[in-house]
């Protein structure tokens, strides 16, 4: 399996700010991922980061909200924009090594505080 | 689009005893059935996984059964640890690569 990092670990953050997400895989990946997990609860995709492409976003997400960048095929990053309370959550990148049905493995996970 | 539904929400079981968790979904174009194992404050890691041309899978204590016809599938977990206790999460995906995740399962083995 591949070896994934995210950053910040955690972080807390203002009402009104935004805050980008990274994650960093150690090798080539096809597709790459993005979850919001809040507390107690399961995992909600966001959306679908594609390489030299627009994220594909899932209901209830826009890109305004949460713009995702993917360079290149082992790092992506996330923001949260314009960030309130209810923003508050874990964030979770995950990737899969090919496009087909694959199995997919999750990064440590971001754990965003908003005051 | 699919629609995943897990059973229990929690499950308390006896150290050694045996634990199962069903998830059931909607979409008869998944073929492929992961379970992830969520311990406190850790990210998900997948334990088992099965495709659809497949009707069960073991991995020493843990097995995943599935039933295509039924649109079921699930996880069983045999002489039971301390360290089983965690959250459990089974997931069903199509062709597309989209995770379409159940509502997890809180398990405690009671030593």
């Known amino acids: 399996s591949a070896v994934i990092s995210q950053k910040p670990s955690r972080d807390i953050c203002q009402r009104g700010t935004s805050l980008t997400i990274q994650c960093q895989v150690d090798?080539?990946?096809?597709?790459m991922f993005w979850y919001r997990q809040q507390p107690g609860q399961s995992l909600t995709l966001i959306a679908t980061?594609?390489?030299?492409?627009?994220?594909?976003?899932e209901s209830g997400f826009v890109i305004d909200k949460f713009p995702i960048s993917r360079p290149n095929l082992t790092f992506s990053t996330l923001t949260v924009s314009n960030m309130s309370p209810e923003d508050s959550s874990i964030y979770l990148c995950?990737?899969?090594?090919?496009?087909?049905?694959?199995?997919?493995?999750f990064g440590p996970g971001t754990r965003l505080t908003v005051l | 689009g699919e629609n995943v539904e897990q059973h229990p929400s929690t499950l308390s079981v006896q150290e050694g005893d045996s634990a199962v968790i069903k998830c059931t979904y909607s979409d008869s174009a998944s073929n492929y059935f992961p379970w992830y194992k969520q311990e406190l404050g850790k990210r998900p890691q997948l334990i088992i996984d099965i495709r659809s041309n497949v009707g069960e899978k073991k991995d020493q204590r843990i097995a995943v059964t599935l039933n295509k016809t039924a649109k079921h599938f699930s996880l069983h977990i045999t002489e039971t640890q301390p360290e089983d206790s965690a959250v459990y999460f089974c997931a069903a995906a199509d062709t597309g690569n989209q995770f379409y995740f159940g509502t997890g399962t809180s398990l405690t083995v009671i030593p």
């Open positions: 980061a594609n390489q030299g492409s627009e994220a594909t976003y």
């Open positions: 090798s080539q990946v096809t597709m």
């Open positions: 995950s990737v899969a090594r090919t496009g087909l049905t694959d199995t997919q493995y």
